[in-house]
């Protein structure tokens, strides 16, 4: 029994590759499309423009030709500038015996566009500054604690003078964070921009993020400023407690001396209802939520 089931298998798969050669050995005719890229582009310039982006091409030749076209590696259609610069108009059938891949075997029976044209402009550079574009959605009972950081925060761009005069910023690709609950730190892709190209076309976003809690500093001195001469501010009571809202960590190692209570002299001077409201100083990303007493009794006094 196995010696006949691999006799036909045997003659099923001969037979398959005949018919595959066979079939392959004919001429066929097909249509496919290539990126268009221009080369030799002269030292110090810059491509500006082009009419067309790809070249479509029917083509004729034996199977095995046209599938090394098909299923082979990825290719381009490359037509040389030969270092001439501001428009050229190009004949893509000129430029075909620049591209190996079109070999002898293959027919071109048709292509499209027939003629392409692009512009080259003298190169410049610029350096200009990085704006992201993200959206930040914290988890639930968690806040910002920092500023929300680029590194870097700008980016030198080349590319041909008339483009590079006009773009005043450029901006990362669109991210979000969603549900943070701790910091970050991570890598942001800048979003192209057609025939600039980027010294470095990445930047890193960091910001913190820790738990919002409250904290009360006890014993704030109030202190008073602009006491003219011979005269004198008692305020009653001399010290305050500040409820603050922060990150954990922060609020955690921060003490009643980085928190600073004012109150000027001249407010109290001009004062007509009997008490003084002091000026409160907090440090960066907490929120002044409560402070006892809110206002201070005074007695100015003269010598």
């Known amino acids: 029994m196995k010696p006949k089931f691999l006799t036909i298998f045997l003659v099923t798969t001969f037979s398959i590759i005949l018919w595959i050669f066979v079939s392959f050995s004919n001429d066929y005719s097909t249509t496919f499309t290539v990126p268009l890229e221009f080369t030799n582009i002269k030292d110090g310039y810059a491509l500006l423009s082009q009419s067309n982006f790809n070249v479509s091409f029917t083509i004729k030749g034996q199977g095995w030709s046209l599938a090394q076209l098909t299923y082979g590696p990825e290719t381009t259609f490359k037509i040389s500038t030969n270092n001439n610069i501001g428009i050229q108009k190009y004949n893509i059938r000129s430029a075909i015996g620049e591209n190996n891949w079109l070999n002898s075997t293959i027919q071109v029976v048709m292509v499209s566009p027939s003629e392409v044209s692009c512009a080259v402009e003298r190169l410049s550079y610029k350096e200009v500054p990085i704006i992201e574009n993200v959206s930040i959605e914290l988890s639930e009972g968690y806040g910002l604690v920092s500023k929300v950081e680029l590194i870097p925060d700008s980016v030198k761009l080349f590319g041909p003078r008339s483009l590079v005069q006009n773009i005043e910023a450029v901006s990362s690709e669109n991210f979000s964070f969603e549900n943070n609950s701790e910091s970050v730190s991570a890598q942001l892709k800048l979003k192209p921009i057609k025939y600039i190209s980027f010294e470095n076309d990445k ?57 600073t209570a004012v109150v000027d002299f001249n407010d109290a001077f001009r004062d007509t209802i009997g008490f003084v409201k002091p000026k409160i100083t907090i440090p960066e990303f907490s929120t002044l939520i409560n402070a006892s007493p809110n206002t201070l009794n005074y007695i100015i006094k003269q010598y």
């Open 203 to 259: 930047t890193t976003i960091q910001f913190k993020v820790q738990k919002i809690v409250d904290k009360v500093f006890k014993d704030v001195p109030v202190k008073v400023v602009n006491v003219p001469k011979l005269r004198d501010l008692d305020l009653f009571p001399p010290v305050i407690n500040v409820t603050l809202r922060g990150g954990l960590e922060n609020l955690g190692i921060q003490t009643s001396e980085d928190i």
